[in-house]
């Protein structure tokens, strides 16, 4: 069966520096996939190169469909979205009007008769989205009053409502604490289970080991191991990556115990 989304060979360079080197990656319907390394490894710059924000060399299809080559607001458009490190939510709006806004795209001459007539609705796409996410009771709150937890949350809410079929997390739970980073998983997990497909890239070895499918692991832009969770744990390059070589034999112990 074909993967929901498959990147083949992909290389990305900024001048002399190669950043991505030939990195392979699938993603199959339903499945939440997790892509970590260590500082500099090339973890955002892959997420950038398949949505079309950086250019690179390889292939990126979606459920067959061949993006090399398209923008990346066409990508979006087909399915493919992504979040961002940093969370810029609407400050003037509440939680629900947040999620309305990413989940309405109308037309040019939709967009004009609104101004002049009614503002955004909310859809059926946003209830479900807060209700997935929890966020029923902030739902008409001010994005100044949630505290790092939820905002991230709403961030991810705002990708579900558009319905993509694959979503790129990039760093969600930067800055969570770990109750906050154990809540963010396990609506992760809910929105995957759901029937979104995931790739998740995070700093949080922890949170990555415990709630996805399969595991990607890159060092210096090059995969050095992928595999289930389990298998990734303890693959001695992986300790190797993140402790060193001279840490490598604890290092193992050390990583099952966060995981």
């Not at 499945?31 to 500099?40: D, R, S």
């Not at 809410?157 to 979503?167: D, G, L, M, S």
């Not at 298998?231 to 001279?246: K, N």
Request: some cysteine; aromatic content about 4%; overall charge negative.
């Amino acid at each position: 069966m074909t993967a929901l989304l498959e990147a083949r060979g992909i290389s990305v360079s900024f001048g002399g520096v190669r950043a991505v080197v030939d990195v392979d990656l699938e993603l199959d319907r339903g499945q939440l996939v997790g892509l970590i390394g260590p500082n500099g490894a090339g973890k955002t710059t892959f997420i950038d190169a398949i949505t079309g924000f950086v250019p690179c060399r390889g292939s990126v299809k979606l459920d067959g469909r061949e993006l090399t080559g398209l923008r990346a607001h066409e990508r979006a458009q087909l399915g493919l979205t992504r979040t961002w490190q940093s969370i810029e939510l609407f400050e003037a709006l509440t939680v629900r009007e947040n999620l309305t806004v990413s989940s309405h795209r109308p037309s040019a001459w939709q967009a004009i008769k609104e101004v002049l007539t009614r503002p955004v609705r909310h859809t059926r796409a946003v209830d479900e989205a807060i209700e997935l996410l929890g966020l029923e009771r902030v739902a008409d709150e001010m994005p100044d009053s949630l505290s790092q937890g939820m905002r991230k949350l709403v961030g991810v809410a705002r990708a579900v409502v558009a319905r993509a079929p694959v979503i790129c997390l990039d760093e969600p739970a930067a800055g969570l604490d770990t109750a906050e980073s154990t809540e963010l998983g396990a609506r992760l997990r809910q929105v995957v289970d759901a029937g979104t497909s995931m790739l998740l890239v995070d700093h949080d070895m922890g949170l990555v080991l415990s709630i996805c499918d399969q595991v990607v692991v890159l060092e210096f832009g090059r995969t050095i191991a992928s595999g289930p969770a389990e298998q990734v744990r303890s693959d001695p390059r992986v300790v190797e990556a993140y402790l060193g070589s001279a840490a490598a034999q604890a290092g193992i112990a050390v990583a099952g115990e966060h995981a």
